[in-house]
């Protein structure tokens, strides 16, 4: 009896290890063309088994529109997030979100949101709204008054998905080993790049080079 439980601890044990083995830390620097580090693109890593990854938990993001322009200029969020968009101007911004890049061109007349926000008047708090976003996809911002304003809302359904930091650096947890498919998506980039084929390893660290050259933002 006891040589029987023994083996159960042992089996849980070893299930344990092959778990975690299985799931991997994936380190993605991206470069633009020029060679300098890709910062603020989204990294996807997609296995090619069809795993289908663990719905990540929904948050609550707040955009603000301030100095004409969208603050945070991009956020990722999880499929099912609030986000609250704040107007800190004195004038009215208009808020609408529609598919980005060729999604957009196709999209009905019920896609995306939109949303009208009035100036901030002195002692009284900025008005705000908030919308929660269903759908997996990236989202343009824009403002009907202001053609200059720009913003992006990428939504994922899967937790591997990331945005690169300042030095182009993103880091996945809980990948599963194997063949994989690597995406990149970025706001300057007209059509996304074919997928890149990746390895899955417990140790996976790589540079990935991309076509992409970001605009400027204006000051
Ligand atoms: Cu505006």
Do not use: Y
């Not at 911004?93 to 529609?98: C, D, I």
């Not at 995406?183 to 300057?188: A, G, K, S």
């Amino acid at each position: 009896m006891k040589a029987r439980v023994l083996s159960g601890v042992a089996a849980a044990a070893l299930a344990l290890l092959a778990g975690a083995a299985q799931a991997a830390t994936v380190q993605i620097t991206l470069l633009a063309r020029d060679g300098q580090p890709l910062a603020d693109a989204v990294v996807l890593v997609e296995p090619v088994n069809g795993t289908k990854p663990p719905a990540p938990a929904p948050v609550q993001a707040t955009i603000t529109q301030q100095k004409m322009r969208f603050d945070p200029a991009l956020t990722l969020v999880p499929v099912g997030s609030r986000v609250r968009f704040t107007n800190l101007d004195d004038w009215e911004h208009h808020v609408r979100g529609l598919p980005a890049g060729l999604a957009g061109l196709s999209a009905g007349p019920g896609a995306g949101f939109e949303l009208r926000l009035g100036g901030k008047a002195d002692g009284q708090p900025p008005e705000s709204a908030e919308v929660t976003l269903g759908q997996a996809g990236p989202l343009q911002l824009g403002c009907h008054i202001h053609g200059s304003m720009r913003g992006f809302l990428f939504v994922t359904d899967s937790p591997w998905a990331v945005r690169t930091d300042a030095a182009g650096v993103a880091t996945l947890q809980g990948v599963p080993e194997g063949a994989a498919r690597l995406r990149v998506w970025h706001t300057d980039q007209l059509v996304e790049a074919a997928p890149t084929a990746l390895n899955v390893t417990p140790l996976t660290a790589l540079s990935v080079p991309t076509q992409v050259q970001p605009r400027r933002r204006r000051p």
